[in-house]
């Protein structure tokens, strides 16, 4: 099949007007409807009739009725039935024996008789049962005692959410057993008091008085606790306490005790109002027994907007900071964080703050930042760069976009400064100044498209100490051209059995930067670009300011993709890429290999999605000088089904593609959540057999020190109505060391809640590529039409 550009589009004439058949009809719209109500407004329930239905129905009119056999009383989202209900109009209160079922709202109670005032909803149920319909909560009581439509207390009570079947010998896996159970509707918050809970038949914790969730709104209360074995802290117990403050405020306290060292109390403060929101994270051990010290930590994060008729201003700031340097090694996570799977980020800390004003086309910004650098001697870190201050102004040059132009105009000046180990000044501090403008035309063409583009970069330095090796300033006027191109042509095909739309995209890029010497210029906040797709169609090799790249060199690709033609979805998609340089690169930053002359790397690349469930993306660079692979990657993911995912990654890296530590990588990366037996599912997907167990994990192994470097294995285990979760993880803190902790945890459904907070749970969730957490909550609340009688 011939390719056509894109722009070409076939059109195929009607010789005649379609028949009435083949016209397609709109689908019928359903529309929601006013006489359905969730929650009935309070004038309009006044104003509500009775409906009544039995088999013999007797009394006066207007006065009172007495129904028997079938008996049936139903006002609004109020149903009452028994084998005999007397019902009297003047007090509107009802009496009912036998077989007594009330549902109000979804929510069903049945005893042996009741007494109640039906629209008040106050009176007695005696020998009931009850369950709730958003939680599924039930039990039996005693006694009934409603005070009005949204509060209530039962007595000798119990309360599960464990799924009752129809074994006569069944008993719920956990209960509250407690005298008294009080409900409050609006706040949907249960009270237990004189009483325990019960797991497996067993009484596990006395509740003299212990509050539970009716619903998914958010209360006070205890979390799941947590209790593991640490090599580094010995035997852990974490007891978190959720504080709903208010609406708007909430936090999460966590006392932790550690056998070796002692105790911790971490603590997670949130905050939300209409112009600023943020999040304050503690952490604080006194005296621990490991380092002898005090240990403590924070992160506070906070984002302030107001509007007003001069300008819009923004403040914000991220302060992070910990007691010293062997805190990454000894605490899992970082305040407000979590260490990140085989990466030693954490060791760098960065306190910053931003203050911004936007007016117009005008934007100002004022910016500082301070590291923190968590030291090791065995493998230490350069302390980066401190911005004290850094002050920005941007143009807005959107009216030059609707000519045809794209224009970018920026200027910055900062203060850089540093502390070397020592906590002397750096030689190298000083002030960097620069301005950036870049003028580019796109033109949009049948089928493909040139866009010419101009840069210049103006920079100047201002040393604090200057030698004969270097002056005291240094300036640079850096000019850079380039131009993009590209054609992209379209076909029909098949592939497989399927009809796709294929493309044919080939890429030149051409770009041009005369060299300048630099060499006497600090890397302030410049490093390496990563060889990719990305990169290889760009002006410069490196990130920041401090280097623009001497580069004379034509950059030619070429990428295929196959698309659906219904929705123009990708399905699969290959493409190669290669540099041409016409001249030698002379300007470094000093640990990079400079390119030659002559043709870069060949890379290659390319993704396929196979169905819905099925997913890979490869990525090669190959060395046409050595005739072999310098770096190579491959990862796929499987995902049939909810709680059900495979990945697998495989990275090379060769030795001399590593410019700063001369060192290859070879790494093979597994993770999975998948279930191990059998179960039932609902409606959303979920596992809600009683008795299913899932394995879940990742495993991260280097094929070149046939070491595992990190890993997180777990089992959890779904009964229906509680959760059990064990894990053990083991993150590489050091090249000699490695903490491992052994990690254990129950919830109980709809009486303990999880938070994002909570270990295991919040290690499988960073971890774990695609894991979600069992039960996720995000769906929606049962209507109370989903129980109707």
């Not at 109020?78 to 019902?87: F, G, L, P, Q």
């Not at 909810?642 to 093979?668: C, D, F, H, M, T």
Request: with cysteine; hydrophobic share 35%; net charge neutral.
């Amino acid at each position: 099949m011939a390719w056509a550009a894109t722009a070409a589009w076939s059109v195929q004439a009607q010789s005649a007007a379609p028949s009435l058949w083949d016209t397609a009809l709109p689908a019928p719209q359903l529309k929601s409807s006013s006489q359905l109500q969730e929650l009935i407004p309070a004038a309009t329930r006044e104003q509500l009739p009775s409906y009544i239905k039995a088999e013999q129905i007797s009394g006066q009119a207007d006065i009172n009725a007495v129904l028997e056999g079938g008996a049936e009383l139903r006002r609004g989202d109020t149903v009452i039935r028994a084998d005999r209900v007397e019902y009297t109009l003047a007090d509107d209160t009802v009496n009912a024996q036998g077989n007594v079922h009330i549902n109000r709202g979804g929510n069903v109670y049945q005893g042996a008789a009741l007494k109640l005032q039906v629209d008040a909803f106050q009176g007695d149920f005696t020998n009931a049962t009850y369950q709730f319909l958003e939680t599924q909560g039930h039990g039996d009581a005693e006694r009934v005692e409603f005070i009005d439509r949204d509060n209530s207390v039962i007595y000798k009570a119990t309360y599960t959410t464990c799924l009752r079947d129809d074994s006569a010998s069944w008993e719920p896996d956990w209960m509250i057993r407690a005298n008294r159970i009080t409900l409050d509707r609006v706040e949907d918050v249960g009270v237990a008091y004189g009483g325990a809970l019960e797991f497996k038949g067993v009484p596990i914790l006395p509740v003299p008085a212990i509050s539970f969730p009716l619903s998914d709104k958010r209360k006070s209360g205890l979390l799941p606790p947590t209790i593991g074995i640490d090599s580094v802290s010995g035997v852990e117990y974490s007891q978190p306490y959720y504080w709903n403050i208010a609406p708007n405020r909430d936090a999460t306290i966590t006392p932790t005790l550690m056998s070796k060292r002692g105790i911790s109390l971490g603590t997670e403060f949130r905050y939300l109002e209409p112009t600023y929101s943020g999040v304050l994270d503690t952490l604080y051990m006194p005296n621990d027994k490991l380092r002898d010290r005090d240990r403590w930590g924070y992160n506070w994060r906070h984002v302030t907007s107001l509007h007003s008729p001069v300008g819009n201003l923004g403040l914000q700031w991220n302060l992070k900071r910990v007691s010293d340097d062997n805190y990454w090694r000894d605490f899992s996570r970082m305040p407000g964080e979590g260490s990140r799977f085989g990466s030693s980020d954490q060791r760098l800390l960065s306190s910053d703050g931003l203050l911004s004003w936007s007016a117009g086309k005008h934007y100002v910004s004022l910016y500082a930042q301070k590291w923190q650098v968590l030291q090791d001697i065995d493998a230490p870190i350069a302390p980066p760069f401190n911005r004290m201050p850094q002050l920005q102004w941007r143009y807005d040059t959107t009216s030059w976009a609707t000519q045809g132009w794209d224009v970018n105009l920026m200027a910055e000046t900062t203060r850089f400064e540093a502390d070397t180990w020592d906590q002397q000044k750096r030689p190298d501090n000083g002030q960097r100044s620069y301005v950036l403008s870049q003028v580019s035309r796109p033109f949009l063409l049948p089928g493909g498209f040139i866009t010419p583009k101009v840069q210049l970069h103006a920079s100047n330095y201002q040393f604090d100490d200057f030698s004969s090796t270097r002056p005291r300033t240094k300036s640079f006027a850096i000019p850079t051209l380039s131009l993009d191109s590209g054609l992209v042509y379209e076909r029909d095909t098949a592939l497989l059995g399927r009809n796709y739309l294929q493309t044919l995209e080939p890429r030149a890029f051409y770009t041009y930067t005369p060299y300048r010497d630099q060499s006497m210029v600090p890397l302030y906040d410049t490093a390496l670009t990563d060889f990719n797709f990305g990169s290889i169609y760009s002006e410069n090799s490196y990130t920041g300011h401090d280097r623009i790249a001497d580069n004379n060199m034509l950059t030619l690709g070429v990428t295929t993709r196959y698309l659906k033609p219904d929705d123009g979805s990708e399905v699969a998609r290959l493409g190669i890429a290669q540099r041409l340089r016409f001249q030698d690169q002379r300007v470094g930053v000093g640990y990079d290999t400079l390119g030659e002359k002559g043709w870069s790397d060949i890379l290659v690349g390319g993704g396929v999605t196979w169905s819905s469930k099925w997913s890979t993306d490869a990525l090669v660079q190959y060395n046409r000088d050595i005739q072999r692979t310098t770096r190579s990657s491959i990862s796929g993911r499987y995902t049939p089904a909810p709680y059900k995912v495979l990945s697998a990654a495989y990275r090379y890296q060769r030795a001399n593609s590593l410019p700063i530590l001369n060192q290859g990588s070879e790494q093979v990366d597994f993770g999975w959540q998948w279930p191990l037996n059998g179960g039932n599912k609902n409606a959303f997907g979920e596992a809600t057999g009683a008795g299913r167990w899932y394995s879940v994990g990742r495993l991260n192994y280097s094929m070149q020190d046939k070491k595992l470097v990190d890993a997180i294995v777990g089992f959890e285990y779904d009964s229906c109505c509680w959760i059990g979760r064990v894990v053990v993880e083991r993150l590489q803190n050091s090249r000699q060391a490695a903490n491992t902790r052994l990690l254990f945890q129950i919830e109980f459904v709809g009486f303990s809640r999880l938070s994002l907070g909570a270990d295991p749970l919040r290690s499988l969730q960073e971890f774990v590529p695609g894991y979600r957490p069992l039960r996720d909550s995000n769906r929606t609340v049962p209507s109370r039409f989903s129980n109707y009688d």
